[in-house]
C-alpha cells in the first residue's frame, strides 16, 4: 500500500524556517517524482514545488522561488521541503504527492495520484 | 503563466442529478488536464487523468473531456457521498490549479 506521511509542520514567527518531510512506503520512490501542493485555510489548492526521480529537474512556484528548497533522499525514501524567509501568505496544510508518472504514446502528464495527510504550517508572531 | 477557470464556483443537486463542471485554460494545454475530489479534512484524490481517462477505482459516474482550451468534468448520477471540492489541474508547464466547484445536495 502507498503511503505518505508528512512532517514538521508547525507555528513558526515571519522571517523563520521550518523544514518538512515526507516518508514514502509501498512504491519504489527513486523511480517517481515529487511534489509539494499547499493549501490555505478555507482556500483552494496550489502547488509549490517538484523534483525529478534523480533530483535532475527542480521546479518552483514564483511564489517560493528562492525562500524554499526541495530535496530528495532515494535512499531513506524521503522527501523533504525546506522553507527560509517565511511569510503569513505561506500558512497552508503542506501535502507531498506522488506523480503517477504516467506516458502516452505521444508525452508524459503530471497528475498527483497519491497524497500524504498533509502538515500545517502556521506562520504568526 | 496559464490560468484556470472554473464554473460554477458552487452548486447544489439532488441525488441521481447529472451534473456537470467546466475547467476553461488561458491557452491551449491540449489534453493535459486533470480532476480532483477533496472531501472536507482530507486530501485531494485524482479523478481524472489527460481530460478523459478514469483512474483505477474511481466510479465510472465520474468522466472527463474536452480538449485545447476547454473541459468538461461529469458525474452522471450524483451520490451522497460525492459532496466534495473538485479542482481541475493543468500541466502543460508547470502545474497550476483551478479555483474549485463546491458540490453539495438540495
Known amino acids: 500500500e502507498v503511503q505518505l506521511v508528512e512532517s514538521g509542520g508547525g507555528l513558526v514567527k515571519p522571517g523563520g524556517s521550518l523544514r518538512l518531510s515526507c516518508a514514502a512506503s509501498?512504491?519504489?520512490?527513486?523511480?517517481?517524482?515529487m511534489n509539494w501542493v499547499r493549501q490555505a485555510p478555507g482556500k483552494g489548492l496550489e502547488w509549490v514545488s517538484s523534483i525529478s526521480s534523480s533530483s535532475s529537474y527542480i521546479y518552483y512556484a514564483d511564489s517560493v522561488k528562492g525562500r524554499f528548497t526541495i530535496s530528495r533522499d532515494n535512499a531513506k525514501n524521503s522527501l523533504y521541503l525546506q522553507m527560509n524567509s517565511l511569510r503569513a501568505e505561506d500558512t497552508a496544510v503542506y501535502y507531498c504527492?506522488?506523480?503517477?508518472?504516467?506516458?502516452?504514446?505521444?508525452?508524459?502528464?503530471?497528475?498527483?495520484?497519491?497524497w500524504g495527510q498533509g502538515t500545517l504550517v502556521t506562520v504568526s508572531s | 503563466d496559464i490560468q484556470m477557470t472554473q464554473s460554477p464556483s458552487s452548486l447544489s443537486a439532488s441525488v441521481g442529478d447529472r451534473v456537470t463542471i467546466t475547467c476553461q485554460a488561458s491557452?491551449?494545454?491540449?489534453?493535459?488536464l486533470n480532476w480532483y475530489q477533496q472531501k472536507p479534512g482530507k486530501a485531494p484524490k485524482l479523478l481524472i487523468y489527460d481530460a478523459s481517462n478514469l483512474e483505477t477505482g474511481v466510479p465510472s459516474r465520474f468522466s472527463g473531456s474536452g480538449s485545447g482550451t476547454d473541459f468538461t468534468f461529469t458525474i452522471s448520477s450524483l451520490q451522497p457521498e460525492d459532496i466534495a471540492t473538485y479542482y481541475c489541474q493543468q500541466y502543460d508547464n508547470l502545474p497550476s490549479f483551478g479555483p474549485g466547484t463546491k458540490v453539495d445536495i438540495k
Open positions: 491557452q491551449d494545454i491540449s489534453n493535459y
Open positions: 509501498g512504491f519504489t520512490f527513486s523511480s517517481y517524482s
Open positions: 504527492a506522488r506523480d503517477k508518472g504516467y506516458c502516452s504514446s505521444t508525452s508524459c502528464s503530471t497528475s498527483f495520484d497519491y
